[in-house]
Structures are given as structure tokens and as C-alpha cells.
């Protein structure tokens, strides 16, 4: 019987064939997976030097500032943590590296870095790859760059011949303003900066707001409250203005102008303020620092008798001040040469008063005369002014200083009410004029319970061509608002060349700025519970919790961020904590000596800098045990003294900052600064290197 299946044959020989085969195409994978990995490792290690370089050098930025290093001590740090020599501007730069070397016992040559540059090593000189890279030093640049470039050439492939040409990695460190923090005090400086400026016009009668206002910037939910807009800095102050058309009440009204500076705008109306603002005058509800008077124009009947007159009419009181803004002004001593212009009605039509009829304004204890010296005819008056050489001379913060004015006929030949006139003492055709004083000065003064921060206030426009201090009831027609606030905390330029430490005495342009840990008098504090276990463990560690930056400047803040930026305020003044946290915040724990004051010299990590909290001014005018205020900014703060502090410290004197004696219990006293800490994190904001703000160093590519 035939077998059924074919023979067997032998298949010895056919896995040889495939390996044969199939061999070169594994020893390719190989060599390209090898190859490809090596490469890879060349590749993420050389970004590594970059990123280490970039972020090691931008840590130190804050070297640009304050005698630190400069761009020096930028280029040293990136060159140490890079692993390779550099190259800056087409030159080698006299700095070692120390760690990241590349991998794989790369020669030196090979690697090639460039700092602040538009081109890779690579690249011919000509050629310009990266536009946005700056070429001026790191603290020159206009963006506070810092730029590396690393190259590395001929690199060799393992298991075939050749090389790759070039491999290619960036780093880009750039200041961005501060976003967060831990902050290192527990301390929210109040700061006059507010976020808005409104005025509200009341009837100083009642402290009522006045009706039938208008205008664009006019506040919902008032009848006569106006937010400001902010404007460019002039003469020191941030000036705030706007525009407002009111209704003036009729005879005899005292309309108030009422500033409200703060996180919002609200009405002024009876109020000295709230949480989120504070109104001035802020010694008063209903008073304002300067005041439009309602004057009705009319003409007093003709005498019935050529001796019979009728006594005049007040037709307007103009005061202007030595600040050329009306009747407020705002000096610091000695006295400010001020006038007073009024509009009389004596009857007389376009006939000057003759010389035996009398105005007298008086201010304080000081009366003077007015003379005639031209006819209004729109309100059928003569305006009366101070004679050439005459004026008020009247106090610096003094506060409302009121002008009244009285009238005196010496006429023997006339009578007014059928009473003979005279120029005796008892003469009886005299008067005041009624609702004394008919118009005011404003001397402002520091104290929050007077003018606070304003140190200008300027109402213009309207209807009456001798400005609105005076006007006739009805509109007004458009006012020009413009309020000028005192500077927020700021950063100075110290003295060059200064002296340092104790011996800093650059009183002028840099005078030390006092702190207070606890207010000057009552039982509240600045201080805040931003997380430890007391205040002295706050002071002293600085805080345990991360706050932003509130950009509405109101608690609760609607947004509910992360981190948060609201932080509680806390409760009792803790004086032994305050001492013994300052005391032991600045003093080395090896030595147990105070850490030496280099200022104005600072160097990135003097354990002297501290970062604060910055609130509106007016956050703690809410009380309460349950307050918290917004974070609206922070600053870098060197201290140069504290309260309770040896007498080894060489610190700058308390008298430094303006204050004689002694500090009191909670006292801090130093310089803002530029400084660049290392323990924020950035924004998207550009750094501004005029701000009060920290700028922090952030890769951005």
C-alpha cells in the first residue's frame, strides 16, 4: 500500500537563512535605538545645563539692585551651575564651572554656551534665530533677561560611523512681578494707595447728599457721589479727577465736598467711612474740605431818600490760598500768604463805593479790608478784594479755618432802617453778614481725623466765571474735580556714595520708614495671624501660610482665590511676643549677635530683607474681632531698627525716620527696596522696577 503523504523533507538550513536575512535589519534597529537614546541623553542633559544656568543665574537678579554684584554676579552663578564656559557678547567670560558636566565624558570643547544671544554656536555670526532674545547685560536688558544658549557639536554615534553636527538647548529667565508668597512677617503695612477715589457733595446743613446730580462718572445708588479716575503723578501726588454737574440748593446752603479714598467708591453722606474706605474731612460726617456757597443775586431797592440806603448784599466769597487750588492748601510749617475776593451789592449800580463804604473779611483772629476794584454786571455787584500787599497770613495744619465777612457804612450823610450813620464805635449802619462763616480755608494736616493723605483739592469750572465757591441756585454746569494724594510707600535711591549701617544718615532723600507691629495709641495692632503657632513664632519664622495679591482690595474677596488673599487680623498687642520674636528674628543663632546692617549694600539673601504685606490704608477701620483685610501688594523691607534691640546692633537711630525719643513697643524702622526673592512665584506682569512690588525670576522658555 502506497503511503498516503508525501515524503518529509528536511527543513535544516531555513532558520540560518532568516537570521541571515533578518540580521541586518536588527543590527539597524539596534544601532538607531541606541543611537536615538544616546542622542536623547546628550539632548535632555544639555537642556538641563541651560534650565540650571538660567535659573541659578536669574536667582541672583536681585544682584542688579542695591550694590549686590550686578551682571557679574549673574554671570559667576550661571556659569558655575551650567557645566561649561561661556561666552557673553563674543567673549569668554573669567568663570569656572563647578557641577552638571555633560554626560558621558564630553569634551569641553564641545559644549559651547552663549549668553544673551540671537544665535546658537552653531549658527554663523550673521544669523539671527532668536529675535526676542535681548543682547545687553541681564541687568541692562529692557525685559530684565536672562538668556542662555548651549550648544554641543559632533556629537558621535555608537554603533555606526559619524557624528550628529549639533545639538542645540535654551533657557530663558525673565523678573515677572510677585504673585505669592509666604510672607516673612506677620505685618499688613496700611498704605496710602488707595485703589479708587470718589467725592460726594452734601449739604453740610444735614451731612445729607445733595439731588439732581449728574455726570459720567456718577455712582449707582447715590444722588451725588463721583468716582475719580486716576491720572499721571504730578509734584509728588497721585492725582485723581473727574468731572460732576450738581444742582446747588437754594439760599442759604453750604454744599461740602467729601473725598472717599479706599478699595471702592462710596457716599460720604454721614459717614467718616467703612471697611473698604475712609472719608475726609474725618473729623467730621457732613463737613467737606472745601465748600460751594449759594449766594442769590438781587439788587437792594433804590434809597426811598437820598440819605436812606438799604444795608448790601453778599453776592459770593471767593478764598484762594497760597496753593493756587482755591482755599485748600497743604504745608508743613510756617504760614501760607492767602486772599479772600467777595461780591457785594451796596446799591450803588456801576458807581464804585465810595470810600466811606466798608467790607471786612476776618480769618482766625485776623481782620482785614476789602476795596472795590470792578463792576459785575451779570450779578449787578462790585467784587471787593485786598488791597496790593495785604493778605492772610494763615497757619500749616490748622484744619477749617472759617471766612466771615461784616460791612460798615461811615457815611454821616446817610442812614440805613432810619438809623443815622457814623464813623464812631457804636455806629449803627454795621453788620455781619448773616450764616457766618459764608465760605472757609482748609490748612491740611497728616492726622486721619482731619485730611489725611490729601494734600490737594481743586474744584474748577462751572457757571460763575469767578470759579464755584459761589454759585447761584440751580445747575452748576460742569466741575473739574482734581485730587491730589499723598505718595504711597515707595522705593528711594540711597545716598551715592553713602555711609552704612549706623552711620546712614541720608535724611533727606531716604529717610528711614517707621512700621508699626501695634497702633501708636488703643489697643488694636497691624499685626496679622498668617499662620504659627503665636505671634512671637511668626515674627520670628516668618509666616507658615501663602497669600496672593487681592486685586479687587476687598475682603471677602468674591473670587475665593488660592492661596488666598485676605489674611485675619491678630487680636491683642502681645508685647513681650513682639520684642522677643524681633529680637531673636535678627540675631544669629550660632553667635547670638545681631546680623549685621549693610544697608544701603544689599546682597541677594541678607538675612535684614524682609517681605511685607501691603493693606489699604483704611482695612482696619472696620474693628472687630472677626476683621480681615486684603493683601493689595507687598514690599521688600531692610531692616535697619527695631524696638527693644541692643545697642550692639549697629542700627541706623530711631530719629531717622522723622520721629524724636524713643520707639514705642512694636516699632520697625528701615528702606523699602528692589529686591528679587527666590521664594515667590510670578505673575504674568512685567516687573516694575519703579514699583513697590518684588519682581520674582521665572523661565519663560
Known amino acids: 500500500m502506497k503511503n498516503a503523504y508525501p515524503p518529509r523533507r528536511s527543513e535544516r538550513g531555513t532558520v540560518l537563512v532568516m537570521v541571515a536575512l533578518w540580521l541586518p535589519l536588527v543590527v539597524l534597529m539596534l544601532s538607531l535605538v541606541v543611537n536615538v537614546g544616546h542622542w536623547f541623553e546628550h539632548r535632555r542633559h544639555l537642556q538641563v545645563q541651560a534650565d540650571a544656568a538660567a535659573l541659578a543665574g536669574g536667582d541672583l537678579f536681585g544682584a542688579c539692585f542695591n550694590g549686590g554684584g550686578g551682571d557679574a554676579a549673574i554671570f559667576g552663578e550661571a556659569t558655575k551651575y551650567g557645566g561649561s564656559t561661556a561666552q557673553f557678547n563674543g567673549s569668554s567670560l573669567p568663570y569656572t564651572p563647578l557641577y552638571n558636566f555633560q554626560v558621558g565624558g564630553t569634551k569641553a570643547e564641545r559644549v559651547a554656551v552663549l549668553y544673551q544671544s540671537r544665535r546658537f554656536a ?26 542662555v544658549k548651549a550648544t554641543e557639536s559632533d556629537l558621535p554615534w555608537f554603533l555606526t560611523a559619524g557624528t550628529v553636527k549639533a545639538i542645540n538647548a535654551q533657557a530663558r529667565v525673565q523678573l515677572r512681578g510677585l504673585n505669592n508668597i509666604n510672607p516673612s512677617l506677620p505685618l499688613a503695612v496700611p498704605d496710602v494707595n488707595p485703589r479708587q477715589v470718589g467725592v460726594t457733595f452734601v449739604n453740610e446743613a444735614t451731612g445729607a447728599e445733595i439731588s439732581g446730580c449728574s455726570g459720567p462718572g456718577k455712582v449707582t445708588g447715590t444722588t451725588c457721589t463721583f468716582s475719580l479716575t486716576k491720572g499721571a503723578p504730578a509734584g ?13 440748593p437754594a439760599v442759604p446752603a453750604k454744599v461740602g465736598v467729601r473725598i472717599g479714598l479706599g478699595g471702592q467708591v462710596g457716599s460720604c453722606a454721614n459717614t467718616g467711612g467703612t471697611a473698604t474706605y475712609t472719608c475726609f474731612d474725618g473729623a467730621s460726617t457732613s463737613t467737606g474740605l472745601t465748600m460751594i456757597r449759594s449766594y442769590a443775586v438781587s ?7 437820598p440819605s436812606n440806603m438799604s444795608a448790601p448784599v453778599l453776592e459770593g466769597v471767593w478764598p484762594t490760598s497760597c496753593s493756587g487750588n482755591g482755599a485748600f492748601y497743604f504745608i508743613t510749617t510756617g504760614t501760607c500768604t492767602s486772599g479772600v475776593t467777595a461780591e457785594v451789592n451796596y446799591g450803588t449800580g456801576s458807581v464804585q463805593p465810595g470810600s466811606s463804604l466798608f467790607i471786612r473779611a476776618t480769618v482766625g483772629s485776623t481782620t482785614l479790608a476789602l476795596r472795590p476794584v470792578a463792576f459785575d454786571s451779570a450779578r449787578n ?5 485786598l488791597p496790593a500787599g495785604t493778605s492772610f497770613a494763615l497757619p500749616a495744619q490748622a484744619g477749617a479755618q472759617g471766612v466771615s465777612l461784616a460791612w460798615e457804612v461811615q457815611d454821616t450823610t446817610k442812614k440805613i432802617g432810619g438809623s443815622a450813620c457814623t464813623a464812631k464805635n457804636n455806629n449803627p449802619c454795621k453788620g455781619n453778614f448773616v450764616n457766618a462763616p459764608q465760605q472757609r480755608f482748609y490748612s491740611g494736616t497728616d492726622n486721619f481725623a482731619a485730611s489725611g493723605p490729601i494734600r490737594s483739592v481743586q474744584i474748577t469750572g462751572g457757571t460763575d466765571v469767578n470759579g464755584p465757591a459761589s454759585l447761584v441756585p440751580g445747575s452748576s454746569g460742569a466741575l473739574n474735580i482734581s485730587i491730589g494724594v499723598a505718595g504711597s510707600y515707595g522705593v528711594h535711591t540711597p545716598c551715592s556714595p553713602p555711609p552704612s549701617g549706623g552711620s546712614y ?25 498668617c499662620g504659627g503657632k503665636n505671634i512671637r513664632d511668626m515674627i520670628e519664622n516668618g509666616c507658615s ?5 487681592n486685586s479687587p482690595d476687598v475682603c471677602p474677596d468674591p473670587a475665593n482665590p488660592s492661596p488666598p488673599d485676605c489674611v485675619p487680623v491678630q487680636t491683642g498687642t502681645a508685647t513681650g511676643q513682639i520684642r522677643q520674636g524681633m529680637n531673636n528674628r535678627f540675631s544669629n543663632p550660632s553667635t547670638g549677635a545681631c546680623y549685621p546692617n549693610s544697608y544701603p549694600t544689599v546682597v541677594p539673601g541678607d538675612p535684614r530683607v524682609v517681605i511685607v504685606m501691603v493693606t489699604d490704608f483704611s482695612a482696619f477701620s472696620g474693628g472687630g474681632g472677626n476683621l480681615t483685610v486684603p493683601i493689595v501688594t507687598y514690599g521688600a523691607f531692610y531692616v535697619v531698627g527695631w524696638d527693644g534691640a541692643a545697642g550692639s546692633c549697629n542700627n541706623e537711630p530711631y530719629s531717622n525716620t522723622g520721629n524724636s525719643g524713643s520707639s514705642g513697643t512694636g516699632d520697625v524702622w528701615g528702606h523699602f527696596i528692589k529686591y528679587v526673592p527666590t521664594d515667590g512665584t510670578g505673575g504674568s506682569g512685567s516687573c516694575d522696577l519703579a514699583g513697590l512690588l518684588p519682581c520674582v525670576p521665572v523661565l519663560t522658555r
Open 236 to 248: 509728588g501726588l497721585n492725582m485723581w479727577s473727574g468731572l460732576a454737574s450738581i444742582t446747588v
Open 545 to 549: 501660610n501663602r497669600y496672593g495679591i
Open 381 to 385: 455787584s462790585w467784587v471787593w478784594a
Open 505 to 529: 544718615t541720608c535724611f533727606a532723600s531716604d529717610r528711614a520708614v517707621l512700621l508699626r507691629l501695634k497702633q501708636d495709641r488703643g489697643p488694636n495692632t497691624y499685626t496679622v495671624d
Open 299 to 305: 439788587a437792594p431797592a433804590p434809597p426811598v431818600a
Open 122 to 147: 552653531n549658527e554663523s555670526a550673521n544669523t539671527v534665530s532668536d529675535p526676542t532674545a535681548e543682547t545687553q547685560a541681564p541687568c541692562e536688558t529692557p525685559s530684565l533677561m536672562f538668556d
